[in-house]
Nanobody, 115 residues
Framework: QVQLVESGGGLVQAGGSLRLSCAAS????????MGWYRQAPGKQRELVAR???????NYADSVKGRFTIFRDNAKNTVYLQMNSLKLEDTCVYYC?????????WGQGTQVTVSS
């Protein structure tokens, strides 16, 4: 059974930083693509960043240059380093694992950016 457990969310002032972590189990972590998504109330879930099993990355335009996704295959963990946070980054952030045609989701972690 695939399990994804996020941590690291919280309250931060605008301009500050947070690092999200997502620990995966039940998968051969080094073989799967991982991603971070976010969803604000009343809006659709959107891609924030994605990292393939080979380490290639892509980002939403809104976070390029501020967020970095990286993975530690030895720890079965993917991270999202978020710098220069803005008010509009306030969302629930979800970790995702893609195995073949199935996407697995974590429970989400709240990130709130205050002025």
């Amino acid at each position: 059974q695939v399990q994804l457990v996020e941590s690291g969310g919280g309250l931060v002032q605008a301009g500050g930083s947070l690092r999200l972590s997502c620990a995966a189990s039940g998968v051969i972590f080094r073989l799967i693509d991982m991603g971070w998504y976010r969803q604000a109330p009343g809006k659709q879930r959107e891609l924030v960043a994605r990292i393939s099993s080979s380490g290639s990355t892509n980002y939403a335009d809104s976070v390029k240059g501020r967020f970095t996704i990286f993975r530690d295959n030895a720890k079965n963990t993917v991270y999202l380093q978020m710098n220069s946070l803005k008010l509009e980054d306030t969302c629930v952030y979800y970790c995702a694992a893609v195995r073949v045609t199935t996407t697995y989701w974590g429970q989400g972690t709240q990130v709130t950016v205050s002025s």
